[in-house]
């Protein structure tokens, strides 16, 4: 079956530093993957979708330039979180896709800005 | 993706079975219906989908309305570890660039002993 892999599980990190997340397609060439962010008691959010190669797309009100996505190749996928706060304090999901329409998540990664 | 309605949460007992209902009044022709589910602190997993006739898997059974406007899943055995937020999306079954998952609020469902 296909697994997608995430890294780190959490991390804590000071106000004003940057964090750096990634995604893992380990038995597949992922064409797509997919960032979600998602708040306490809250559904899951689309952050933007990324393809290998090219610049990600990012969801109406994610600031691109706070949160960069990286997909350098077919199996791996990048979130850095710049100058973080407090108000980023989330839980982050990737999701890979392999044939664009079976989609597999990341056991997603609990970020804590403190 | 078109909008689904579901229940925000409901309790079953451990051993029964689970009907989970969800509303999706929009949904047009080349949409399925999908659903997954989210444990505590986990990513979702994807549990079944299907188009317009019923699905069954190891882990559930899809029922889908004739007009497609609704569709129920059903976990046959409830157990203590099916306790998660359940997540129906309907959207196109099409390998296209950028098809993404959109999730509405789900239904949170708690198993008790």
């Known amino acids: 079956g296909a697994v997608v892999s995430q890294h780190p599980s959490w991390v804590i990190c000071k106000s004003g530093t940057s964090v750096k997340i990634e995604c893992r397609s380990l038995?597949?060439?992922?064409?797509?993957m997919f960032w979600y962010r998602q708040f306490p008691k809250q559904s899951l959010m689309l952050m933007a979708t990324?393809?290998?190669?090219?610049?990600?797309?990012?969801e109406q009100g994610v600031e691109k330039d706070k949160f960069l996505i990286n997909h350098a190749s077919l199996t791996l996928s990048t979130l850095t979180v710049t100058s973080a706060h407090p108000e980023d304090s989330s839980f982050y999901i990737c999701?890979?896709?392999?044939?664009?329409?079976?989609?597999?998540f990341g056991s997603g990664t609990r970020l804590t800005v403190v | 993706d078109a909008k689904t309605t579901q229940p925000p949460s409901m309790d079953c007992a451990e051993g029964r079975a689970a009907n989970l209902p969800c509303n999706h009044s929009?949904?047009?022709?080349?949409?399925?219906v999908y659903w997954y589910r989210q444990i505590h602190s986990q990513g979702p997993q994807y549990i079944i989908h299907?188009?317009?006739n019923n699905e069954t898997n190891e882990m559930a059974s899809l029922i889908i309305t004739e007009d497609r406007k609704s569709s129920t899943l059903i976990l046959p055995h409830a157990t203590l570890r099916d306790t998660a937020v359940y997540y129906c999306?309907?959207?196109?079954?099409?390998?296209?660039?950028?098809?993404?998952?959109?999730f509405g609020g789900g239904t949170r469902v708690l198993v008790k002993p």
């Open positions: 038995d597949f060439q992922a064409t797509t």
């Open positions: 990324s393809n290998e190669g090219s610049k990600a797309t990012y």
């Open positions: 929009t949904i047009s022709g080349n949409e399925y």
């Open positions: 999306i309907v959207r196109p079954h099409i390998k296209a660039a950028g098809n993404k998952l959109t």
């Open positions: 999701s890979a896709s392999r044939d664009n329409y079976g989609y597999t």
């Open positions: 299907g188009l317009k």
